[in-house]
């Protein structure tokens, strides 16, 4: 492995933390010139509580991790069923198969009046979801990504993320409130 890095807040982490690895073959100029911190690489003073916590947040993210990633998949699952049973024309995005992010479930909703205000809706209703790929969050229009799998630009595009924090329930009252925003099944 050459490179590997990581932000904190991605596994429950203090935001603004984070660390990289760098394999010695690698040469890199440094990024902040200064100081003989962080082997001539970076200059200034490293951020010790956030560092700590970055470390806290990892050891508690690698602690039960199989049963903490069942459930995140039983989570994802009763989405994607719920959506597929309730609802007309869904469509998810990437591969449905084997190879797709556990934590993660891109869903495409047929363009309806409704649809363009889907994500504000549910921020309303207190569900966090984002419209398009991480890439391009905020952005209206389909990214590079959902573009070259061929996603249709007419159609919405919700992201849906899951952790080991949330719940059966919550999952359900999605659906609930998703009822009331797009056509369902007669």
Same mark, same amino acid.
């Given at each position: 492995?050459?490179?590997?890095?990581?932000?904190?807040?991605?596994?429950?982490?203090?935001?603004?933390?984070?660390?990289?690895?760098?394999?010695?073959?690698?040469?890199?100029?440094?990024?902040?010139?200064?100081? $003989?911190?962080?082997?001539?690489?970076?200059?200034?003073?490293?951020?010790?509580?956030?560092?700590?916590? @970055?470390?806290?947040? @990892?050891?508690?993210?690698?602690?039960?991790?199989?049963?903490?990633?069942?459930?995140?998949?039983?989570?994802?699952?009763?989405?994607?069923?719920?959506?597929?049973?309730?609802?007309?024309?869904?469509?998810?995005?990437?591969?449905?198969?084997?190879?797709?992010?556990?934590?993660? @479930?891109? *869903?495409?909703?047929?363009?309806?009046?409704?649809?363009?205000?889907?994500?504000?809706?549910?921020?309303?209703?207190?569900?966090?979801?984002?419209?398009?790929?991480?890439?391009?969050?905020? *952005?209206?229009?389909?990214?590079?990504?959902?573009? $070259?799998?061929?996603?249709?630009?007419?159609?919405?595009?919700?992201?849906?993320?899951?952790?080991?924090?949330?719940?059966?329930?919550?999952?359900?009252?999605?659906?609930?409130?998703?009822?009331?925003?797009?056509?369902?099944?007669?």
């Amino acid at each position: 492995m050459s490179f590997l890095s990581a932000s904190a807040h991605k596994f429950h982490g203090p935001k603004g933390v984070g660390f990289v690895y760098i394999h010695q073959e690698n040469i890199l100029p440094p990024f902040i010139h200064g100081g $003989a911190q962080e082997r001539n690489m970076r200059a200034g003073t490293e951020n010790i509580t956030g560092i700590a916590g @970055l470390a806290t947040a @990892l050891e508690i993210a690698v602690r039960d991790m199989d049963v903490k990633q069942r459930h995140i998949h039983t989570l994802r699952q009763q989405l994607k069923d719920g959506l597929e049973r309730h609802f007309e024309d869904i469509r998810f995005n990437g591969n449905q198969d084997r190879h797709y992010l556990n934590h993660i @479930l891109s *869903v495409s909703f047929p363009d309806t009046p409704k649809a363009d205000l889907l994500v504000m809706n549910l921020d309303i209703s207190g569900i966090s979801a984002s419209s398009g790929s991480a890439c391009s969050s905020g *952005v209206e229009e389909d990214s590079h990504v959902l573009q $070259a799998i061929g996603h249709d630009p007419r159609r919405k595009t919700i992201r849906f993320s899951f952790s080991h924090m949330n719940s059966v329930e919550e999952v359900d009252y999605l659906l609930q409130k998703l009822e009331k925003l797009t056509p369902t099944k007669v």
